[in-house]
């Protein structure tokens, strides 16, 4: 046996929850291990036991690594030998330089000298094996998640990395991104680096992954290897589920009405540099019932687009006008926004999606407080039921609804985000990327429950950088690109090709 690490029988509890129980995970050396699992399965957990984030007293069972026994009290522990992890939500300090973040809490220093020559010389070679043309001065805010992406796996390769730990690391990058990472991951092994890689993608886990492991509520519930078959995907799916998942999206059979929004030449510069035009003349409208999809690149203004819209919460110079059933309306704070039904998922969970340190119930009803309110006080049972409701409407894994939001596994804190807004009983909801992070069941309950808001009448504007997602929900695709509307396709003539070809006509 050449197994690089064997973790044996690990068990992990928390407060009302056991997280893991009894997992075995055998990885074999240079080969990349594909971890998979619903929302809330354990995987993370898993992860953060082996890296020494929970420390060798805090959970039950051995793990082996290079043929020994190990007990890692903290992560500089697991580091020493070479295991590097990078976690589901990225760690890097915004405001510092590329080059600070790689060498934060490893500076190269002499006599407690840090030589920021030689750490730029490094990072700069660094960023060439990861393949990011930035300069390693740049600062992370000034960068976008993707090149963020590419900043920790430098900041692992400073460290002399033999065992790769990645927690969805493409959950927020567009095809091309991850792309570039796969083969990134591809060019480690053919160095000889064992990779663990941990997603939702499976498409992504079928292409690359020479073993998968399946986790189910805490428990291991297969290894194989992967022979990158038509049918592997089907195969992960069953044991990550329990049964056979025969569509990946709801059928939909929905009269579509009137217009209930339009946004109408809109404009918008950039939040700090106020020359820079990024939205540019954009109109969308909206029908009830209708489901529409914008699609674009990475960095097309999507996002720009829906938060300027949302209570003007991005950009600067903002023109343009939105109606709402034709009557033009003031929404120009998030207050105005909300109160007249619009309603925005964000990409951004932890930024502006929750309270981390608030219980699921609080987030839960935080967009409508006067629907658990009786006169200007808040009920409590009321808000326990709601809570109750959405908490079994979307399946979120819990111990409880007084569970702190920042202790839920990163698909379910999703789900909260969601739930917030559904709960506020929105005319017009954007979807900012909803199912990221989330595992293939899940997506399925949430495409259900768009499809529900959209059979009441709502109107739903949804953003995602997973075509086959847009493809299958949505009656009406926008394609963005550089701020500009490129163009607009009913989805029963969209396809991939398609909407890449519009993105790529108005480049040239
Ligand atoms: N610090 C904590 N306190 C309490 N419960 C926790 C804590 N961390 C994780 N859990 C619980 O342990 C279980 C496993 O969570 P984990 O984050 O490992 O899931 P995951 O497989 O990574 O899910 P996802 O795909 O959503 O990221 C979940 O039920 C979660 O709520
Ligand atoms: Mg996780």
């Not at 950009?315 to 619009?342: C, F, N, P, W, Y």
Request: with cysteine; aromatic share 6%.
């Amino acid at each position: 046996m050449n197994a690089i690490l064997e973790m044996r029988s690990i068990t992990k509890t928390f407060p009302g929850v056991k997280a893991l129980a009894d997992v075995n995970l055998t990885v074999e050396r240079g080969e990349i291990h594909a971890l998979v699992g619903e929302n809330g399965a354990g995987k993370s957990t898993l992860m953060k036991v082996l890296s020494g984030v929970y420390p060798h007293h805090q959970y039950d069972g051995d793990i082996f690594y290079n043929g020994e026994l190990q007990k890692f009290a903290k992560i500089s522990d697991s580091e020493a030998k070479g295991i590097i992890i990078i976690h589901q939500e990225l760690a890097l300090v915004p405001l510092l330089s590329i080059a600070e973040n790689i060498f934060l809490g490893n500076e190269t220093a002499t006599k407690g000298v840090i030589d920021w020559h030689e750490a730029h010389s490094r990072a700069t070679e660094l960023l060439r094996k990861v393949g990011l043309n930035e300069n390693s001065a740049t600062l992370i805010d000034n960068i976008g998640v993707g090149k963020q992406q590419l900043v920790e796996i430098a900041k692992a390769l400073s460290k002399e990395v033999e065992l790769l730990i990645l927690d969805e690391p493409t959950s927020s990058l567009n095809e091309n991104d991850s792309e570039a990472l796969l083969e990134l991951l591809l060019e480690f092994r053919r160095q000889g680096i064992t990779s663990i890689l941990i997603s939702h993608k499976l498409n992504e886990v079928a292409k690359v992954a020479d073993t998968i492991t399946v986790l189910r509520d805490g428990m291991t519930v297969s290894t194989f290897p992967c022979d990158h078959g038509p049918e592997i995907e089907n195969k992960i799916i069953k044991d990550m589920v329990g049964r056979e998942l025969t569509n990946r999206f709801p059928p939909r059979d929905v009269e579509i009405g009137d217009t209930v929004f339009e946004v109408k030449n809109w404009n918008v510069y950039h939040h700090i540099y106020s020359d820079r035009h990024l939205i540019r003349d954009v109109n969308l409208n909206l029908r009830a019932g209708e489901i529409v999809g914008i699609a674009g690149l990475m960095g097309a203004g999507r996002t720009e687009l829906a938060m300027s819209i949302f209570g003007r919460s991005y950009g600067q110079k903002i023109s343009g006008e939105v109606q709402l059933k034709g009557q033009q309306v003031d929404v120009s704070t998030i207050r105005k926004a909300v109160d007249r039904g619009l309603a925005y998922v964000t990409e951004d969970r932890k930024e502006y999606g929750l309270v981390l340190e608030n219980t699921i119930k609080n987030n839960l009803t935080l967009a409508n407080l006067d629907g658990v309110a009786k006169g200007s006080v808040l009920d409590d049972n009321e808000e326990r039921q709601v809570s109750r409701e959405y908490i079994d409407k979307l399946n979120i894994r819990c111990s409880s609804m007084l569970q702190e939001v920042v202790n839920l596994s990163g698909g379910n804190q999703q789900k909260v985000v969601l739930g917030k807004w559904l709960y506020s009983n929105p005319e017009v909801l954007i979807l900012d990327e909803p199912t990221r992070g989330i595992d293939v069941n899940a997506k399925y309950e949430i495409y259900t429950i768009i499809n529900e808001l959209a059979a009441q009448g709502r109107g739903i504007v949804f953003i995602s950088s997973e075509m086959p997602e847009l493809l299958g929900m949505c009656d009406r695709i926008y394609v963005m690109n550089e701020g500009r509307m490129a163009g607009e396709l009913p989805a029963a003539e969209a396809s991939q090709e398609k909407i890449m070809r519009m993105i790529l006509k108005n480049d040239g």
